[in-house]
């Protein structure tokens, strides 16, 4: 069974950088999977935030492009989202989420969401 | 590229009635469009890939149709469970992945 579990601070200062990791259980990460971030702000909808590849592959929402990377740590079995100059407007449940390609990039697995907050 | 409009924005539906949920996307998806529930406090769940396909484990009375620029999520007969907020998501271009803004089907 594919489990995903997300860490991070839970608060997040304005302007500093948000930090998260999604830990994978039951499959390893350096398959032909995609990994990615989806978040929620508080009484909203889906974003998709990015996905990203072990081999290196990632492909974000233009909207934050300017603002996100992404990373695989196959020796973990985790990959890992950092958002820098955050905002108010950062403040939501962020998913991570396996896709399932080459069927489809759908998300078949996801995390249980962690809730991180932007205040000072 | 690929935004999609979910109607209506809440339903109210009686437990044993039919539920139908539409997505309706800017541009051609094809098949490449997935169905989701979130109930409150929870992940989304996949319950529909390929328009159509019930992902592993999901009842028989979840049912997706359409192609291109219409899709219907059918739930046959709501049982007290199904009581949630319904996403529909494209990944036509799956370089740029895009939900659609919800559908809360909620109990008359």
């Known amino acids: 069974q594919v489990r995903l579990q997300e860490s991070g601070p839970g608060l997040v200062e304005p302007s500093e950088t948000l930090s998260l990791t999604c830990a994978v259980s039951?499959?390893?990460?350096?398959?032909?999977?995609?990994w990615g971030w989806i978040r929620q702000p508080p009484g909203k909808g889906l974003e998709w935030i990015g996905s990203?590849?072990?081999?290196?592959?990632?492909y974000f929402n233009t909207s934050l492009k300017s603002r996100v990377t992404m990373s695989v740590d196959t020796s973990k079995n985790q990959f890992s989202l950092k958002l820098i100059s955050v905002t108010a407007a950062d403040t939501a449940v962020y998913y991570c989420?396996?896709?399932?390609?080459?069927?489809?990039?759908?998300?078949?697995?996801w995390g249980q969401g962690t809730l991180v907050t932007v205040s000072s | 590229e690929g935004g999609l409009t979910q109607s209506p924005a809440t339903l109210s539906v009686s437990p044993g009635e039919r539920a139908t949920l539409s997505c309706r996307a800017s541009?051609?998806?094809?098949?490449?469009l997935a169905w989701y529930q979130q109930r409150p406090g929870q992940a989304p769940r996949l319950l529909i890939y390929?328009?159509?396909t019930r992902a592993t484990g999901i009842p028989a009375r979840f049912s997706g149709s359409g192609s291109g620029t219409e899709f219907t999520l059918t739930i046959s007969s709501l049982q007290s469970e199904d009581f949630a907020v319904y996403y529909c998501?494209?990944?036509?271009?799956?370089?740029?992945?895009?939900f659609g803004g919800g559908t809360k089907v909620d109990i008359k």
């Open positions: 989420a396996r896709l399932s390609i080459p069927a489809g990039a759908f998300l078949d697995y």
């Open positions: 998501q494209q990944y036509n271009n799956w370089l740029t992945l895009t």
């Open positions: 390929g328009a159509s």
């Open positions: 039951g499959y390893s990460i350096s398959s032909d999977y995609y």
């Open positions: 541009q051609n998806v094809g098949s490449n």
């Open positions: 990203t590849h072990h081999s290196g592959n990632s």
